[in-house]
């Protein structure tokens, strides 16, 4: 029951009519579920940056990823502790960008002695997991850390299972590696590396394995998206185009099998895809596709708040198009 409501059709350019998987759930379905995680905002309406808490609910022990504002995030987590909702056991970052890694010495002033999980290049890193290496959250999460270089050679993505649930829930923490609609730039990666990252390694997972990217960048994509794929032919497209113009939270709403309905980035290997980017291989697809996008966040002024790697000094200049706030959200199953 529960596998036949969270799996996705095959078909390529299909999509759900109903696109969120999770309504689909029984509340039985839905109390049986232990492994919670809840996304902090944080330099919204510049960076739209994720921090996220993974919390494993038998034991309430539980992972910060990618705390990168502190101000932002420790009174988030300062209150669950205080409620003895959640015991703090580890930071971890998807990779050493310092608006996802930037506030791992911040977070230990104020929680000492937690283990920094994270690439190489993170600072005050204290296990930097091997690929395909298991972590053991709690009693019922078990993380798969995933080697995805390109955006950052030190990159990981972070598979987590419950294994308490039959079948098991998934999700997948990708840091800019992956985003819902789109992939993050090749700062210190070639195409070849991203078609691995994102076809091979991420597109392997299981389909009903909720993405929770690094940032908050649905609605940029999707505009992106229908340049290359014309809403009228893929219908998924239209879906999400629907979906960005009504909500403003697109993480942990989507599966990887949906992301190989409307993400081109995830479907170079498709020939349909290569011809609508004139490439003769998936290789060249994905550094055509990278390059149509690059220009087209130079062209299009609103899309340049949200490039992650605008330094701090440089967004002051930058009028906010939303008031900057923390969001406190409850717990919420996954
Ligand atoms: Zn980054």
Redesign the pocket.
Known sequence: MLTRSLRLPRALFQYRSNPIATHALSPQLIKARTMHIQHIKMRWGTGDNYAYILTDTATKDSWIIDPAEPQEVIPVVQDLVDAGKIKLTAIVN????Y??AGGNKGLLQEFPKLPVIAGRDSPLVSLTPQHGQVLQLGAHIKVTALHTPC??QD?ISYFCEDTSTQPAQRAVFT??TLFIAGC??F?EGTASEMTKALVDTLGGLPDDTLIYP?HEYTKSNVRFVKTVMDPAKYDAVKMLDDYTNSHEITTGVFSMGQEKTYNPFMLVREPAIQQLVKAESAHEAMASLREKKNKMIVMIPEVLPHN??VPKEVEKTIPAPAKRRINISPLSTL
């Open positions: 998807t990779h050493h960008h608006d996802h955006h950052t990159s840091g800019d993050g730039r700062f690094g992650h790697m």
